[in-house]
Structures are given as structure tokens and as C-alpha cells.
């Protein structure tokens, strides 16, 4: 893969930024449901599995923007 464009760089950054915030959203989401007496196990697995998803796609996008090391 190429060097990115500033353009697709800053494209990467700025969904790194909107799923930075999702990843946070969910989080609290998370902590105040686990508080409740009744959670719904289902729904909160469910919140944890999205979360870890958005958190690995965050990975994804930040090694795209680091460059290629030649060997």
C-alpha cells in the first residue's frame, strides 16, 4: 500500500474521531446498565461486543496511518 494523501489521511483521522467517541458513548452506557439490579445480560454482551469492535476498528485505521517501514 502506498503513502496516504493528506486528503485520506485526514479522512482516517476523522473517523478515528467519530468511533473514539462511540467507543466512549458506549461506555457509559455500559457502566450505568451493569449498575442496574435487572440488566438485561443480553443486551449489555451485545454493548461489550460492539465496544470491542469499534476499538479494534480504531487499531486498524491507526496502523493505516502509520507508513511502511522498508526492510
Avoid: N, W, Y
Avoid at 473517523?15 to 455500559?30: G, K, M, N, T
Amino acid at each position: 500500500m502506498g503513502a496516504l494523501t493528506e486528503e485520506e489521511r485526514a479522512r482516517i483521522e476523522e473517523r478515528i474521531r467519530a468511533l473514539e467517541i462511540e467507543h466512549r458513548d458506549l461506555d457509559d452506557v455500559i457502566m450505568r446498565l451493569a449498575k442496574q439490579p435487572a440488566q438485561d445480560q443480553l443486551q449489555l454482551r451485545r454493548l461489550k461486543k460492539r465496544k470491542l469492535f469499534l476499538k479494534d476498528s480504531i487499531e486498524r485505521l491507526r496502523a493505516r496511518l502509520v507508513p511502511d517501514i522498508p526492510a
